[in-house]
């Protein structure tokens, strides 16, 4: 095989010189292209021929290779190329900038998704806050008001003076005075039966006076133990009937409401009396008025023959708690 002398696109040396080469641009021209190009100019004239197996002529000084004439371009074809250079680069360029632009608006989104999210938190703490600081304003608001009332109760209470020790016991009603006056009376007819047993142990009192004084205080403690029996009988009655009133009172509220209607409570003092059996002693406890005080029944007592005697012994069974000065027990050992 041989090159052709003089072949328009090919030198002696195997260089090709194509238009195609010398337009090549990395975005608009291919090695495919290049190929068919090179196909097409080398099947209408080809670069080689077939040569005989004689000796070869001496080959003659290299001549320079032709140039091959300047390709004219139209400016229509400058045209279209520029514009589809252009068009490709723009569409390269558009495609990276929406990428980064995806990019963004999708961190964007996602950023007021979060600040909407923070915006309710920040509104529901602003509300919690406004409701505390009302309540707060509330509060100092009351706790000026008491600190202003203690400050004159304690005025008050300067210019009284000190009080008096009995008067800062005070019973609630008429019942609860009389059976303080009962416990009283009944711790002190103990303390009297206890050194009245010092006093005959120690051969202070005659054995005489001693049983006398015994059977009269016996007397009185059993009477005073059966007056406290009645007065707590009496106040669970009356506590029984007040809150009765008071269920029915509220019952007949809700029906009132229900009905469409509401009649308020009259005071307790205007409602008519109720007065009804409280206890086996025959007391009786009242509904709207003052609480009764029990009286105790008069009339002769038996009496204790001796110091073990039955009325001392009932006197101390009562249910109260109280030491029993029946059988062999005796207030001084029960102290020990």
């Known amino acids: 095989m041989k090159l052709k ?15 195609y080469l010398h337009e090549w641009a990395a975005r608009t021209h291919n090695l495919v292209e290049l190929i068919a190009n090179m196909s097409g ?3 209408a004239e080809p670069p080689l021929f077939a040569g005989s197996s ?17 390709v004219i371009v139209s400016p229509e074809q400058v045209r279209k190329k520029t514009e589809k250079d252009l068009t490709a680069k723009l569409q390269s360029e558009l ?7 995806r990019t963004d608006m999708d961190s964007a989104f996602e950023t007021q998704g979060q600040l909407e999210e923070s915006k309710e938190e920040v509104e529901r703490d602003v509300e919690e ?36 020790v ?25 303390d009297a039966l206890y050194y009245l047993d010092l006093g005959v142990t120690d051969s202070v009192i005659t054995v005489d006076v001693f049983l006398r004084e015994i059977r009269r205080l016996a007397r009185k403690q059993f009477v005073a133990r059966a007056t406290m029996k009645k007065v707590e009988r009496a106040q669970h009655a009356l506590n029984a009937q007040r809150a009765n009133f ?34 086996r002693g025959g007391s009786t406890a009242y509904m709207g008025g003052p609480p009764p005080v029990y009286t105790p029944p008069t009339g002769n007592y038996p009496a204790a023959g001796t110091y073990g005697g039955a009325a001392a012994g009932t006197a101390g069974g009562m249910g109260y708690g109280y030491p029993s000065y029946g059988g062999a027990q005796t207030p001084y050992t029960q102290r020990r």
């Open 129 to 164: 806050l406004s409701r505390r600081k009302k309540e707060l304003e509330r509060l100092l608001q009351v706790s000026k008001e008491r600190e202003a009332e203690l400050d004159t109760y304690l005025q008050d209470r300067k210019k009284e003076g000190e009080p008096a």
């Open 246 to 279: 008071n269920a029915q009172q509220q019952h007949q509220q809700a029906a009132s409401r229900a009905s469409g209607g509401y009649y308020p409570n009259l005071p307790p003092q205007q409602h008519q009396q109720q007065q009804q059996p409280a206890a």
């Open 5 to 19: 002398v003089g072949h328009r696109h090919v030198d002696q040396s195997g260089l090709v010189y194509l238009p």
């Open 166 to 190: 009995d008067e800062l016991i005070e019973p609630k009603d008429s019942l609860s005075d009389q059976m303080l006056r009962l416990v009283a009376e009944n711790a002190a007819l103990e």
């Open 41 to 43: 100019v080398f099947g």
């Open 95 to 101: 495609q990276a900038m929406y990428a980064v632009l």
């Open 54 to 70: 004689q000796q070869n002529p001496p080959i003659p000084d290299p001549t320079p290779p032709m140039i091959p004439p300047p």
